[in-house]
């Protein structure tokens, strides 16, 4: 177990990064016309690829309670609350682990924060067609914050999913049984599901927040590697 030092030190790092990746994250935030116009490119690209299947999964999903509750609890739950559950298995279980994740999380949200800049889209739920399942109150994990903090135009790329898999990933490996190394990859599926059936994000938000998180987390765990072997990477 890391000394009680070592624990106040990542704690900073956590709170540091989050009050960064937020604070930026709001600071870049886009206004409507730009951000309605790059969602309809986003749209545009997914009719020509065959991919743009957001409306018929919700029309699917609001037709049974169930799946609507459940995609809302995944959205709400296995993101934040899993998030932070799952780095303190990890700092309690591997250290190894721990330090992968952290540094993907905090190199692809860096990346993520200029895309928002770059290119703010509207989420589904703020165009014609849709309807946003996830309450605001939900969404704040209700704690009544003013929307005003928030970036609301932050849907490219999806970290919901990119971030929840990663940490499902890292989770896993501290597992030996593959039956549970399997078992903990679900909630990334159901974020996965949800972050389209609610609204929230569109199918390439997704592709490309995976996308980041994963290369991250792979050039993380290969950096640990080669410093195993004796090797030095730059920088």
């Given amino acids: 177990m890391p000394s009680p030092g070592v624990a106040i030190r990542e704690i900073l790092i956590a709170l540091t990064g989050a009050v ?7 600071l870049v935030e ?11 490119r986003i749209l545009d690209l997914e009719r020509a690829l065959g991919i743009d299947v957001e409306r018929e999964a919700q029309d699917f999903v609001l037709a049974n309670d169930l799946l609507r509750a459940l995609g809302n609890l995944s959205y709400v739950w296995l993101h934040w609350p899993l998030l932070i559950t799952v780095m ?6 591997s250290r190894i682990r721990f330090v992968q994740l952290r540094n993907s999380l905090l190199a692809s949200g860096s990346a993520g924060l200029v895309l928002f800049w770059v290119f703010p889209a509207a989420p589904p739920r703020f165009m014609p067609g849709y309807e946003g399942t996830v309450s605001d109150a939900a969404r704040r994990h209700y704690l009544d914050y003013p929307l005003s903090w928030t970036n609301q ?6 970290f919901h999913i990119g971030w929840t898999l990663i940490a499902c990933l890292a989770l896993a490996a501290t597992f030996g049984s593959p039956r549970r190394q399997t078992f903990v990859l679900i909630p990334a599926v159901l974020v996965g599901l949800a972050v389209v059936t609610t609204a929230n994000h569109y199918v390439l938000d997704t592709v490309v ?4 998180a994963l290369l991250a ?3 993380f765990g290969r950096r640990h590697e080669l410093s195993t072997i004796g090797l030095r990477t730059p920088g």
């Fill in 20 to 26: 960064v990746y937020f604070g930026v994250r709001v």
């Fill in 30 to 40: 886009g206004g409507p016309v730009e951000s309605t116009r790059n969602a309809e």
């Fill in 88 to 93: 303190i298995w990890l700092y309690r279980r």
């Fill in 153 to 158: 135009y932050a849907s490219f790329p999806s």
């Fill in 209 to 212: 927040g995976a996308g980041l």
């Fill in 217 to 219: 987390y792979a050039y």
